[in-house]
């Protein structure tokens, strides 16, 4: 009996929508506000990302890899690619644009 709870709530659990919803990678623009290359994060005042239906917001960033904060500094305006992560969206490439 209990395992047959757990198979029906397994599968309601995959069969739910608003997971298959979440894009893997989106593409962002937006201008660095501040670098904390120590925790690998950058925090960016950044422009609407349309293919998550995310408005524009200044918010901390967690960088895939720690190298990715070299060369950022505050100011420098940029475009990054984000990840989707088991603990939420991450940057994978980041690059200044002039
Ligand atoms: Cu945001």
Redesign the pocket.
């Known amino acids: 009996m209990k395992h047959w709870l757990q198979a029906t709530l397994l599968s309601a659990a995959l069969a739910a929508p608003v997971y298959a919803a979440q894009p893997q990678s989106a593409e962002g623009t937006g201008v660095v506000q501040s670098v904390d290359a120590k925790a690998a994060s950058v925090t960016l005042k ?1 422009d609407p990302i349309p293919s998550l239906q ?1 408005p524009a ?1 200044t ?1 901390p960033f967690k960088l895939a890899k720690p190298e990715l904060a070299k060369g950022l500094a505050t100011g420098q305006k940029v475009k990054f690619t984000l990840e989707n992560s088991n603990t939420g969206y991450r940057i994978t490439t980041i690059s200044v644009v002039k």
Do not use: I, Y
């Open positions: 950044h995310w917001m918010m």
